[in-house]
């Protein structure tokens, strides 16, 4: 059996299937944008890496692994000077409904004896503290923490780092899980063991040279954790 004693989460692509749960938030920022700079919206979509017309996001899209502050300043350039777009980017996360990853409640379920579980992303802390509580999954997780957190963002290490200094985990002992490059570089950063999954856009060989594991979602885990 593996020791580990804390694990950590990436929450888009990760808990929740990225591509389902943000394609449609994509349309919606979208709409918005056209409605209140008409014309702009296609040039906001080449911007953030997201194709309107097939409804998907390019590999190397600022969605996938920035925060909110790294999509405006994506998407900046093409809107006029003053825009608040974080405001509309957030106040649209809030209301979106995320899709779960196969057999999420019983992983979290089962994960959760005996461990600490907690949520770091790259999103801002209240849509993540939105989309935890529109699955009833929040009391699962003794630490939560978004870009805007205090902790900065990944690939950076201090979110996890942070998650270890407020639940006393030791980061030798906490596996950090995430389906982007940006969440195991964070995880290695920190001394921890590093578990890719597939749910989000990367490939395995996307995360093969940064993972301790690369699993298909994070239904696999527990059986990792403890072969045979």
Known sequence: MRKIEAIIFDKDGTLFDFAAT????AESVLDHIGMVVPGA???????????????????????????????????????????????????????????????????????????????????SEAPARAHLA??????????????????????????????????????????MVGDSRHDLEAGRAAGMVTIGVLTGLASRADLNDLADVVLEDISEIDAWLSPG
Not at 22 to 25: D, K, L, S, V
Not at 42 to 67: H, K, N, Q
Not at 159 to 169: D, E, P, R, V, W
Request: charged share 15%; proline share 6%.
């Open 41 to 123: 919206e296609e040039a906001v979509g080449r911007a953030i890496g997201f194709d309107r017309t097939l409804g998907v996001f390019s590999p190397d899209s600022v969605v996938i692994a920035g925060t909110a502050a790294d999509v405006e300043a994506a998407a900046g350039p093409v809107l006029p000077q003053g825009f608040n777009l974080i405001s509309v980017l957030d106040r649209l996360a809030q209301e979106i409904k995320p899709a779960p990853v196969p057999g999420l409640i019983r992983a979290l379920e089962t994960l959760g004896q005996g461990r600490i579980l907690g949520v770091v992303t790259n999103d």
């Open 22 to 25: 943000w394609g449609a938030w």
């Open 134 to 175: 529109t699955m009833s999954i929040t009391h699962h997780f003794d630490f939560i923490a978004g870009y805007d957190s205090g902790f900065g963002a990944k690939p950076a290490p201090g979110q996890l780092l942070g998650f270890c200094k407020a639940t006393g985990a030791q980061a030798q002992a906490t596996a």
